[in-house]
């Protein structure tokens, strides 16, 4: 595929990934067409001069409409909650959304579909010597979260999409972090550090990704992917733990370290998901959520080094970037 000049139609762009990719995009000489719903803040998206078209996944001709003389598609848009009683919602957006963004991709011709999906649908083993490769099965309780659940159907609805001639690469990024992550999501941990609101430190450990890397990933996939083939975005595998550490340095804050039990943290979270009248409120993090964060899950990224130029950035860099857009955009004083 050509890389000059390409149009690319783009869903999610609005989004903290999806800004990171429009970013690369736009650097890279793309014209984007970023399709983002009715309510959608774009006030982040705007500056970037890309033609927005406002619209919902659910309305097949609306997507077609807008699709047209798109070259590439890259489909950000997704739902990323992990309560069962959301599933209508994970259908909604991911399998159905999905499936009408691979429609509209087929009908208008579109050579190349770049999908992001999630390591949550990669199998992967507990502990600090374990990292997971794309071809890990997917087990044990992970394999049964809705969220996961949910893009593991819209992978393969994608990946069928080479049956009508078009080629398809799949993106699972890890635990991404760094610039435009307005709607808080790891950003979420240096805001609490910030405060000194850190509600509890989980025990486990997790694989972090640089946002602005996964942004040129997805850029890079549109020319260097191999259609048909998954590529893990992991970078630095790091213990929660000490992620907070590196956060209150980057800040020059100290903070409170919580003194919770993790193990009844957990428990309550499954209480006021399963039995809301009799236990009111919403959990700090998703039930689901917090039996990840208690283990040490980490993923490899050497296929996606090799074959999408992508790179690896220690996790003091990816603070240091999203503490910076922070400061730069007023959400934290840069005293």
């Not at 997805?218 to 550490?245: M, P």
Request: glycine content about 10%.
């Amino acid at each position: 595929m050509n890389a000059n000049g390409m149009t690319v139609f783009m869903t999610g762009a609005n989004g903290f990934v999806g800004l990171n990719v429009v970013n690369a995009l736009v650097k890279a000489g793309h014209k984007v067409i970023a399709f983002v719903r009715p309510s959608s803040n774009i006030s982040y998206l705007e500056p970037f001069g890309v033609d927005i078209v406002r619209g919902e996944l659910s309305d097949l001709e609306a997507v077609k409409a807008a699709m047209r003389g798109a070259q590439a598609v890259i489909h950000t848009a997704g739902n990323t909650s992990c309560e069962k009683r959301d599933w209508p919602l994970l259908e909604e957006v991911n399998v159905r959304g999905t499936r009408n963004v691979v429609e509209a991709a087929i009908a208008n011709g579109v050579s190349r579909i770049v999908y992001t999906s999630t390591t949550s649908t990669i199998g992967a083993m507990e502990g600090e010597n374990n990292s997971s490769s794309e071809d890990a099965p997917l087990e044990g309780f992970r394999a049964k979260n809705p969220y996961g659940v949910s893009k593991q159907i819209a992978e393969k609805i994608v990946l069928d999409a080479q049956k009508h001639g078009v080629e398809c690469i799949i993106l699972n990024p890890a635990e991404v972090l760094g610039a435009f992550d307005y709607s808080m999501q790891w950003g979420r941990m240096v805001m609490a550090v910030h405060h000194n609101q850190v509600p509890f430190i989980p025990p486990g450990g997790g694989s972090f990704c640089c946002a602005a890397e996964v942004g040129r990933a997805h850029a890079n996939a549109l020319t260097q992917g191999r259609s048909g083939e998954r590529y893990i975005l992991g970078g630095d595998n790091v213990r929660y733990e000490h992620f907070l550490k590196i956060i209150a340095k980057t800040l020059g804050k100290a903070f409170d370290a919580p003194k919770v039990n993790y193990g009844w943290l957990y428990f309550k979270s499954v209480l006021q998901e399963k039995f809301p009248s009799l236990f009111p409120g919403k959990p700090v993090v998703e039930s689901y959520r917090m039996r990840v964060f208690g283990g040490t899950y980490y993923f490899g990224s050497a296929k996606a080094e090799r074959e999408l130029s992508y790179k690896t950035v220690p996790v003091e860099q990816m603070v240091s970037n999203c503490v910076q857009w922070y400061q730069h955009h007023g959400f934290i004083s840069s005293n």
